[in-house]
């Protein structure tokens, strides 16, 4: 401000020859004041007519840019050295960028390596080996779990906050690929399971035609059932049955039982024409031993068309 200066030089020379008497020291400062305070709004009213200019600044730097910035060229910038932690000597901004860039191209084909080798084995898993995949994911998943409540995130956060970032982050994208991979083995049990039970749909109607009869099967099913309860099965092993040989191998046991108890009926109806027979004679030599035969063939076999041409011999005697 020349004026101020003017003035207060004017105000020291004024002292220094004598003249404070000529011009009172009030009279003098008066003056000044005012020249200060015309300067003072003048000033102001040059800072009130002056627009100020909005800030220019890209809110995040890009090498391009910063060099831009800094007047500096793009492939001076990508040479600067970044120092390296330990006795490790500094590498330029440029192989650095190349050497993440390598990095990153690396883990995500090994990440999609890995997902494809996944899911060809899962593919063709069956469902007790999915169910097993299942399992061990979902013990991975709890661990992951377990490992983030015990950190005590406070602490580290106090010490170092960016490293408690960091590692919160990790654990967060390890929970969140371990969850869906136990979604994606959850629901590739399921169809798995489906398509077994279809396929052993069609062939246990393969192998057992007579169950084209809904009320046979009905039956057959209820009896086989009662026949796994009887062996110490439980119901949970029944309902889940699903093996068509298995099946065909129930269903043959149910019936040899079904057999068994119709001989046993009718040995029971033939037993009183035995005695009488026994009583009025015995039969010609050549057809008693015949109808012994198939008296003992029927007594040993249980079968129910040996019983019944037993019976046949012997009403053809009487």
Known sequence: MPNMTNSLKEIGAL?????????????????????????????????????????????????????????????????????????????PVGEMKNKYQTVVRENKGLQEQISKQKEQQQAGATPIQLSQQEMAASISVAAIQKE???????????????????????????????????????????????????????????????????????????QM????LDVGYDQSAVDNISDPYAMRLLRELITLRKEKAEGQKTLKKVKPTLKALKKSGAPSARKGEATAKLVSKAKKSRNKNDTLNAVKSILQQG
Not at 158 to 171: I, N
């Open 15 to 91: 002292l220094e020859a004598g003249k404070a008497e000529e011009t009172p020291e009030e009279d003098v400062v008066e003056d000044v004041v005012d020249d200060i305070e015309e300067e003072v709004e003048e000033t102001t009213d040059e800072v009130e007519e002056t627009p100020e200019e909005p800030a220019d600044e890209p809110e995040s730097y890009t090498m391009k840019s910063l060099a831009e910035a800094i007047e500096m060229p793009l492939s001076d910038m990508y040479g600067v050295l970044i120092p390296m932690e330990g006795d490790e000597e500094p590498i």
């Open 148 to 222: 983030f409540n015990e950190t005590d995130w406070k602490e580290l956060e106090e010490v170092d906050p960016g490293q408690a970032a960091l590692e919160r982050q990790k654990l967060e994208a390890r929970y969140s690929a371990a969850t869906n991979d136990l979604q994606v083995l959850a629901n590739q049990r399921q169809v798995a399971n489906s398509e077994v039970m279809v396929k052993a749909h069609e062939k246990m109607m393969e192998i057992i035609p007579q169950w084209k009869d809904e009320a046979l099967k009905k039956d057959d099913l209820t």
């Open 225 to 228: 059932g009662q026949a796994m």
